[in-house]
C-alpha cells in the first residue's frame, strides 16, 4: 500500500482514490497543491473534503480553518464581507511579477521518466478492472469512481487477495528493476539533478 492510499484509509475517503489518480493527484506532493475548485471538480463531498484539508493543513504547520480556502471566503469568515467587484484587482505589473516569479522555480522536482514505472497497487488494479466492466454502461466519471470505491471497501480479505498478490509481484519486479536502474548513468544524472534543485530552493529560501 502507497503514501496516499494509506493515507486515504486514514481518512475513510477511499472511494475517490480512483479519481484522483485518473486525474494526476497520485501522490502526496501533488494532493498537498489541491485547490477547492479541484475538489469540487472531482466530486469529494463537504464531509470529506474537510477530513483531506485537515491532513493537507497539519502537513504545512498551518489551522485546519485556513487551509485550500480562497481570499474571497477568508474575507466572509472574518466577519466584514466585501463583494468580488469591491476587491482589488490586480494590476498588470503585478500580473507579470507574478508570472516571473513563478518561471523562476519549480515547486517540486521533474520526475524520472527514465526510471521503472511505479506498480500499481492493489486498489489500483481492482478499479482498471471494474472501469473495463463498467465502460459500456453510460455513468459518469463521479459514479465510477464512486461505484469502484464502495465496491473495493465490500470485499473481504479473500476478495483482495488475487488483487494484493498481484500488486506485490508487481512491486517485487519493481524493485529488482529499481535496483538494476541504480546501476546506470541516468540514475546518476537524476541524483545529480535533485541536488541542483535542492540547492537552488535552498538558495531562495523556498526549503
Partial sequence: MNQLETIFEELGISQYL??????????????????????????????HRRKLQRRIANHRGLAPMLSLVSPTRSIEEGGSHVPPNK??????????ATTVAK???RRHPKPDDK??????????????????????QNLSFTEI??????NWQN????EKAPYETQAQEAKEKYNRD????????????YCDYLQEFRNRQAAQGIL
Fill in 18 to 47: 480512483d479519481a484522483f489518480i485518473d486525474q494526476g493527484f497520485d501522490s502526496w506532493d501533488t494532493i498537498l497543491d489541491i485547490t477547492e475548485s479541484d475538489l469540487d471538480a472531482l466530486g469529494v463531498k463537504l464531509g
Fill in 87 to 96: 476587491l482589488t484587482q490586480p494590476t498588470a505589473e503585478s500580473k507579470e
Fill in 103 to 105: 518561471r523562476k522555480y
Fill in 115 to 136: 526510471a521503472p514505472e511505479r506498480p500499481p497497487s492493489a486498489y489500483v488494479l481492482f478499479s482498471n478492472k471494474m472501469r473495463e466492466d463498467l465502460k459500456d
Fill in 145 to 150: 469512481a464512486k461505484l469502484v470505491g464502495e
Fill in 155 to 158: 470485499l473481504n480479505r479473500a
Fill in 178 to 189: 529499481m535496483a538494476a536502474y541504480k546501476q546506470t548513468d541516468d540514475y546518476k544524472n
